[in-house]
């Protein structure tokens, strides 16, 4: 996955001969930052071929927002929610926001969530945000593209201490990994440089060093002529 990207997807493919003289690793990848797709084509020069992956195997993996089942859960401060194998547990909130797809505006009341995603012996965090901007409430969600859970928080109602978050799971049955092929390309490890003979270039750096002398012999008359 390349640095930088919203979503992005790495492959590792390695091409070797039966004798085993032959051993090498490329790793093509694809990205998506800012709703543009982003392809990062790998080659293996001794084998003139270049991989790069299909934008089917980036949809195969993260599910389209709008294709995305929420489910809605309430829960108090210290809750726990079970889904999907996992369990979400709401450990607090704070103010300090600091997340690309939210720019704060003057009159915002906005609020962060963080929670802990336990799967298996893994843990990981999660900071849904909730901002109300002119009246009106909305979600920033957070993901988690690792096991592909989307965490939403749409509701608080204070007095009860009571917050509701929504939940979705990417729909990742399909995990075929497309990729395409190009044979007999160019390589790309070879720099071309051309060198030009120049055969009067001795006498070049010959006439440079006679003006040389020539400038500093006048140099040293004009000076002792000012002594004198």
Excluded: C
Excluded at 13 to 38: H, K, Q, S
Excluded at 144 to 157: A, C
Excluded at 192 to 216: C, K, Y
């Amino acid at each position: 996955i390349k640095s930088g990207s919203d979503l992005g997807l790495g492959l590792g493919v390695r091409f070797y001969d039966l004798e085993g003289e032959y051993n090498n690793l490329i790793e093509p990848a694809i990205g998506l930052r800012e709703n543009l797709l982003y392809q990062y084509p790998a080659q293996a020069n001794d084998l003139a071929v270049k991989i790069k992956l299909n934008e089917e195997t980036l949809t195969n993996y993260f599910t389209q927002e709008d294709q995305l089942e929420y489910e809605a859960f309430e829960t108090n401060k210290d809750g726990v929610i079970n889904f999907k194998n996992a369990t979400f547990k709401l450990l607090g909130f704070d103010n300090d926001i600091n997340n690309p797809n939210y720019k704060p505006e003057a009159d915002d009341i906005s609020i962060r969530a963080r929670i802990e995603i336990s799967e298996g012996d893994k843990t990981m965090m999660a900071h849904p945000i909730y901002v109300i901007r002119n009246g009106r409430p909305f979600s920033i969600k957070d993901y988690i593209p690792e096991n592909g859970f989307h965490i939403r928080l749409t509701q608080i109602i204070p007095d009860k201490e009571k917050f509701t978050f929504q939940l979705a799971q990417d729909n990742r049955e399909n995990k075929e990994i497309i990729i395409d092929i190009a044979e007999n390309v160019p390589r790309t490890d070879f720099i071309a440089l051309e060198a030009t003979v120049f055969p009067g270039i001795n006498m070049f750096w010959l006439g440079a060093l006679m003006m040389m002398i020539g400038l500093l012999v006048a140099f040293f008359h004009r000076l002792k002529q000012k002594i004198v």
